[in-house]
């Protein structure tokens, strides 16, 4: 039964979507179907820059320490800087130009420039090492990588004749960036025209399943995902206005997730424009210097990964900060625990918990749970985001799956990638013939058309022929409260096939052994289900530049250690 909710949402999208709004549809055919799209929408990223810089202009875009960009600054800088690209630097429309860098105003002046000189910009992931950023160069055949001083140095003998040019944080963009125009070029440059099917962008996959890939879009995609997320924040803010809820500042957002990773890019990054959203670059995580933001920045909306926001709910000195401005705190990149929903609303009641679900492949569109839904199933990562997605499940025949029924998630819209850069058996493995992206995921929907993930396909811990869930697992450990991190992943075993192992790290201040940890979950779990091998973390589990936990680094550093012993 649909919430109350559910009906204002979706009163609130069909007034956006009404013939002659902004936000009004038309069809493309695709994979022998119509697939709806924005009408309106800028046919390539450049003009989506231009529409929305002209719109905003001197309201304030970038903030970075001290700098403060406004949305004309940041085109004009990056107009120059494209120039110097094209004549200085010989880039042609489609070279895939690599970022390597943090997070600043400068990567996001890059970005921009890159695009606007034709070029098909490649976001490498800032926390690689040298051999891991020269192998994602080589697999995208980079002709330049823009580099800041640090992953410059890791690249330093391995970039194998790709040129590197160095930019740094601490200075304007004409200056900081200075070396993109030291061969000439300028704003006067004449630059390539674009079509909605050139391509765009390539960013990563994380690699936690194996060997990473390069997942290309071409700019229609890239535009329709940022326009759906548009429509699905208008939707949910003219919810929150007529209960009183709507923020009561201009929109702002901390950036604290990568802006290489698909969740930074697009509904965080480049949802901005569109939305006149001021950002504030948080280089590195830091729950006090967050907090102290938040509060001095007036931040409206917050993104990060799941240990973030409860990290700024059960902060022992949140009650140093004013943390009311902001009203939404966002999960993406990883399950939240649902005790952590209850917890997150508890404890900072000015804004609510939400989260959602997408992947680089369909450039982060997928579902949406928010506000008082979320609260209701927080379980759940919501129903698709509509205008454009389409989600179904499909069983192990291929059928597509009843609701209540659990199979492999599968999205499909306009917002899709065009495929894996050079892997077309890959490409051919991931998408159906109907258009249908097949993300991995395990899950089912239910009789509200809500999603929740089961697992990823092949993240199952199969233990003498019993299903086990690694995400039903990690919750249960979640529960207990004196957990701050777990991952939850199979070891081999000679009697079982695999048996489930855990590794935790408790919070600061809080002592827990494995007999306590086994006591609480017998509360929960099926004997089965409770990891045989458990290990006590002395240090913050690993990650990936994604921000989500490395597990097939756990797993394999806690294999050989259990073969050791």
């Known amino acids: 039964m649909p919430s109350e909710m559910d009906r204002s949402l979706k009163a609130n999208l069909e007034a956006s979507l009404a013939p002659g709004a902004p936000l009004e549809l038309t069809t493309i055919p695709r994979f022998g179907t119509d697939l709806p799209l924005f009408k309106h929408a800028p046919p390539t990223l450049p003009a989506y820059f231009a529409h929305y810089c002209a719109r905003h202009g001197d309201a304030t875009f970038l903030v970075d320490g001290d700098f403060r960009l406004s949305f004309a600054e940041s085109l004009a800088s990056a107009r120059a800087l494209a120039g110097g690209l094209v004549e200085g630097h010989g880039v042609r429309k489609g070279d895939r130009i690599g970022i390597a860098a943090r997070n600043s105003a400068n990567w996001a002046i890059a970005?921009?420039?890159?695009?606007?000189?034709?070029g098909c910009v490649t976001l490498l992931n800032g926390f690689s090492t040298?051999?891991?950023?020269?192998?994602?160069?080589?697999?995208?055949?980079?002709?330049?990588?823009?580099?800041d001083p640090q992953r410059a140095a890791r690249l330093d003998g391995r970039a194998q004749g790709t040129p590197v040019l160095?930019?740094?944080?601490?200075?304007?963009?004409?200056?900081?960036l200075r070396e993109l125009t030291a061969k000439g070029g300028g704003a006067e440059t004449p630059l390539p025209e674009l079509g909605p099917d050139d391509h765009a962008t390539i960013l990563f996959t994380s690699g936690s399943t194996g060997k990473s890939r390069g997942v290309l879009s071409d700019h229609r995609a890239v535009v329709q995902a940022t326009l759906n997320f548009g429509a699905q924040t208008l939707m949910v803010y003219g919810h929150m206005l007529k209960r009183g809820e709507a923020p009561a500042y201009p929109a702002a957002s901390l950036v604290a997730v990568p802006l290489f990773h698909v969740t930074g890019e697009v509904p965080l990054f480049l949802q901005s424009f569109a939305l006149g959203r001021r950002l504030v670059m948080l280089p590195k995580w830091d729950a006090l210097e967050a907090m102290r933001l938040i509060e001095a920045e007036k931040i409206t909306y917050f993104v990060g990964v799941p240990l973030m926001s409860i990290e700024l709910a059960t902060h022992p000195d949140r009650g140093r900060f004013d943390l009311s401005s902001c009203t939404n705190f966002a999960a993406g990149g990883a399950a939240r625990p649902p005790d952590h929903v209850q917890r997150i609303r508890a404890n900072m009641p000015s804004g609510y918990p939400i989260i959602g679900y997408g992947l680089t492949e369909t450039n982060a569109v997928g579902c949406g749970n928010f506000n008082e839904n979320y609260l209701a199933k927080p379980g759940s990562t919501g129903p698709a985001s509509l205008p454009l997605a389409d989600l179904a499940i499909f069983g192990a025949d291929g059928a597509k799956l009843p609701p209540g029924e659990t199979g492999e998630v599968a999205i499909r819209s306009v917002c899709n990638f065009l495929g894996y850069w050079n892997d077309p058996e890959a490409t051919r493995e991931a998408m159906r013939e109907d258009g249908y992206f097949l993300t991995g995921d395990l899950g089912f929907l239910d009789e509200d058309g809500y999603l929740f993930i089961v697992d990823r396909k092949k993240d199952i811990i199969i233990r003498g022929g019993e299903n086990i869930s690694c995400i039903e697992?990690?919750?249960?450990?979640?529960?207990?409260?004196?957990?701050?991190?777990?991952?939850?992943?199979?070891?081999?075993?000679?009697?079982?096939?695999?048996?489930?192992?855990?590794?935790?790290?408790?919070?600061?201040?809080?002592?827990?052994?494995?007999?306590?940890?086994?006591?609480?979950?017998?509360?929960?779990?099926?004997?089965?289900?409770?990891?045989a091998r458990m290990w006590r973390s002395p240090e913050p589990l690993p990650r990936l530049g994604t921000a989500k936990v490395d597990k097939r680094a756990l797993r394999e550093k806690y294999l050989a250690l259990s073969e050791v012993q």
Do not use: M, N
């Open 473 to 531: 697992v990690e919750q249960a450990i979640y529960a207990h409260p004196s957990i701050a991190e777990c991952s939850v992943f199979g070891l081999p075993d000679d009697r079982f096939g695999e048996i489930p192992a855990a590794v935790w790290l408790p919070r600061e201040g809080h002592d827990l052994d494995e007999a306590d940890l086994r006591e609480f979950l017998a509360e929960t779990l099926a004997p089965f289900k409770i990891p």
């Open 166 to 176: 160095v930019f740094t944080h601490d200075a304007l963009p004409l200056e900081g």
């Open 130 to 147: 040298g051999e891991e950023l020269a192998e994602a160069i080589a697999l995208a055949q980079c002709s330049l990588v823009l580099a």
């Open 111 to 118: 970005y921009i420039a890159v695009l606007l000189a034709g």
